[in-house]
């Protein structure tokens, strides 16, 4: 008989070995047969293109502890999204990053923003995102959209974040042709 100081380690040792056993068991997989085939919204977000230029309004719903208090409650915008120089049909990634520039005057809503530069992609078929200013890690607006009409008009919010203060409202852009 063994002394009681090694039942201990021989019982860990015994459920350890036989775990693994009933693991290794039930881990392998007869290997599939077929390719993996690419899911539906995969293939949906990579078609969708918001290149092109798209009008519309901001809309301010509040503001905090901003450098000036806002003088406007809406002001006109426009965007404007580059295509993707790789983007076909056969393109792998689940979205495309379309870089841009945007021409909206926020110093009416109470900050400004170090640059007119702009990143916008699509997060599944019928929506959008993009980031104003996205060179920075703070004082940059971000956008989250609804896209409708076949892709022609872009609804949803806004929310500017930087220290201390901040923003958010609501937007509707439109594609121009």
Not at 8 to 23: D, F, M, Q
Not at 121 to 140: E, F, I, K, Q, Y
Request: proline letters at 10%.
């Amino acid at each position: 008989m063994m002394p009681p100081r090694h039942w201990p380690t021989r019982l860990l040792i015994v459920t350890l070995g036989w775990t693994s056993a009933g693991a290794s068991g039930t881990a392998q997989a007869p290997p599939n047969p077929s390719p993996p085939t690419p899911r539906a919204d995969t293939a949906a977000v990579s078609r969708v293109d918001i290149s092109g230029t798209w009008e519309g309004e901001f809309r301010l719903d509040s503001a905090w502890r901003l450098p000036e208090p806002p003088s406007a409650r809406s002001v006109r915008a426009r965007l404007q999204f580059s295509p993707v120089g790789d983007a076909t049909p056969a393109t792998t990634s689940t979205r495309a990053v379309h870089p841009g520039t945007f021409s909206i005057d926020f110093t009416r809503f109470g900050f400004t923003l170090s640059t007119q530069e702009a990143l916008g992609w699509s997060t599944r078929p019928d929506s959008m995102r993009a980031v104003l200013n996205p060179t920075v890690d703070h004082g940059l607006v971000q956008l989250h959209g609804t896209l409708r009409n076949d892709g022609s008009v872009a609804e949803g919010t806004w929310s500017y974040s930087a220290d201390p203060g901040g923003a958010r409202g609501t937007f509707t852009l439109r594609r121009t042709r």
